[in-house]
């Protein structure tokens, strides 16, 4: 919370996250989870880079999945939920493709 609050305080345009939920208890990556949501609510462009799909996906507006360095799947989060390849890749749902 220190970092983003930090930040923040320099008013950018941009905030850049690299894996925020990394080594966090899980209720503090629901709060941290939480303020993102809030700060990308007032206006701020986030782009977080994060390995916790299902959080991920649950708190952008767009996605991108990489792999090897390049971009092989894009869409809203909603797609990229909804996507069986999503699912049974990241999601853990017992999807059969």
Sequence with gaps: ????????MGAPQLLLLDEPSLGLAPRLVRQIFD??????????????VEQ??????????RAYV???GEIVLSGSARELREDPRIRAAYLGDDVHL
Excluded at 1 to 8: G, T, V, Y
């Design 1 to 8: 919370m220190l970092a983003i609050a930090r930040a923040l």
């Design 66 to 68: 990489l792999a090897t």
């Design 52 to 61: 916790n799909t299902r959080l991920a996906l649950e708190t952008a507006h």
């Design 35 to 48: 303020s993102i949501t809030e700060i990308a609510a007032s206006g701020l462009t986030i782009l977080l």
